[in-house]
């Protein structure tokens, strides 16, 4: 069965899953405690929406503590940048958090 992302998201089973209450064909019950089900994703490589959620979820694997924000909602750190020459507009700025 095909879900919309809303009615996934608002399934109350949802809450209730647990890796091994996921069918796995005829081995299930025998599928140690600790192993995690497999998710496989299938998506739209040419829609952006879907290549930008694949880059985020990469990215969260390397940098699980990753702060995403929006340079239009911090105008002061944006002046400071362009102060030393960064400009936002040409792209984004990484910046380690020791470094602010």
């Known amino acids: 069965m095909v879900q919309t992302y809303d009615s996934f998201i608002n399934n ?13 064909g005829s081995g299930a019950d025998s599928m140690p405690e600790t192993q995690q089900p ?10 952006p929406f879907c290549r930008s959620y694949v880059a985020y979820c990469r990215l969260k ?12 909602t911090v105008p002061d750190r944006v002046a400071e940048y362009r102060g030393k020459g960064i400009e936002i507009n040409e792209g984004m700025i990484g910046a380690i958090a020791e470094s602010w």
Do not use: K, M, Q, W
């Not at 694997?61 to 239009?72: G, K, S, Y």
């Open 61 to 72: 694997e390397f940098f699980p503590d990753v702060i995403l924000t929006d340079a239009r």
């Open 38 to 47: 497999i998710l496989e994703v299938l998506y739209n490589g040419e829609c």
């Open 12 to 24: 109350s089973r949802l809450t209730e899953f647990h890796p091994r209450s996921v069918a796995h």
